[in-house]
């Protein structure tokens, strides 16, 4: 389709949005409680992933490391 | 056929400058190996043509349930809201000193009407204020308060497209030389007829009119009603009754489960055109008989209708005569839709399928949809007839036909077969034919999933969602065309859809916007 510019694609973008969640047929307020609700809740989630994600990965990694790669390095090329 | 030219069709489709990729963008996309069509146009070929009623994809359904369910939600908070005392109820609610009885509106349906149905309801009993053929007007309503109440602004909005009117063979006109007889009518027998058939309301004009419905259908003997609704309610109960069988399909109109359950039959219920369903009943009922006393049943009745309304789907007549020949039961066809609509002289389903009108015992039709009137009529042997004359609820008790009614039955019939000496009548069937099939097909290319028979005029495209059946309503008015878009208690709840009826007298301009604005409305 012809979008004539970026905030015509993005309005049809939200029209889409109302339109899935069925959001369309309710008042403008209840619009606004909807999406603020929508809204932190996934500001929420990505806090949380940005808190606990790169922790959460190192403990994994040094878990699996442990099991796989707990091999001794070698004295000898350790002195090379 | 337009299905013949599917290659080069797909980049026709850029004159509104939208791309197409195979992902369907504007939803559901077909299998294309689902679409089988039997060569030719020939009658002999209908058995070959498909029905399709596909199935939409998972995250379809899985949006729909999630958006009724979200506004369920906001329901229940608003009733809260309500209760609490923070919102005033504009609906109907009990008063104070009957809050201790028994709870008047707390039941399912008068939440969805209270918190969906009233969000919405601008959609539906639109005023129209002209007669209602191919292009009509509409009085333009607002509303202040989000659809409790309504306001007049006074404007009209003209010349939007019909796509909604059961107007299949145009003959809603105001064309003064084509009323001309219906006029004369008028003076000669009046307006209304202040009588039943029965007592003093029997015109001569009636008695024109229900022979010529017998030679139209190629019948013995017919009879005639003033409403088409009250055919069926009312003579299903004069022809069956306690002790009697009635097999009635899944999809069947209000009216004819009205009747059945006014009679005081047993009614069993077959899974929509299944004739194995059927069979099944069939057997099972001989076999067995009555539910506790294993006696023989008086009467087995199957009831099916031509043109079911609301999928656009045709019965399977060959087959359900030929069960009923075996199984030695009756059947009771209702032809509302399909009758002027269907058929190579419009004469119903009977001459699409090329089955002799007389193996069907009792066929029931109205004359609201293809003749541009009211009423309805039961045709059929003499002996049957004459019977319903005596014993039927309608012809004892309701008034009979007005007469300039009456006239425009007969004067549409007669274009139909011709009697009227020009050939009107048989180009109108065909230009409905030809209309049905490039719409269909038109529709079909853009990828929207339609139920039905190709050769229905009935076209329903299904939207699932409520939002999108509501925005689509409100957009395709906004770009003067008019529809009917169906939703939750007439359709099951994840099948939304919007239904067009295509008419004799759109033209293929008209048909082409109507495509057009519906392309747009989902990029």
Redesign the interface.
Known sequence: ??FKNFREYLS?LY?QY??????????PW?KSI?NSVLFSAIAMVVYTSYVFIPIHMRLALEFFHEIFGGQPESTMTLMN | MARSTNGDSLKQLNHNGLKWDDSGKNGYHKKPAEQKHGAGNGVASRQNKQESFEQAPMYVAVCTYMGFGIVTLFGYFRDFLRAVGLEKCNLAQEREEQKDFVPLYQDFENFYTRNLYMRVRDNWNRPICSLPGPVFDLMERVSDDYNWTFRFTGRTIPNVINMGSYNYLGFAENNADFLKTVADKVQQYGAGVCSTRQEIGNLSIHEELEQLVANFLGVESAMTFGMGFATNSMNIPALVGKGCLILSDELNHTSLILGARLSGATIRVFKHNNMHSLEKMLKEAICCGQPRTHRAWRKILIMVEGIYSMEGSVVRLPEVIALKKKYKAHLYLDEAHSIGAVGATGRGVTELFNVNPADVDVMMGTFTKSFGASGGYIAGKKELVDYLRCHSHSAVYASAMSPPVTEQIIRAIKCIMGKDGTTEGIRRIRQLAENTRYFRARLKEMGFIIYGNDDSPVVPVLLYMPGKVVAFAREMLQRKIGVVVVGFPATPITEARARFCVSAAHTRAMLNQVNTVTSLQWP
């Open positions: 389709m012809n049809w029209f109302l339109l899935i969640t069925g959001i369309y047929v309710l008042e209840e909807f």
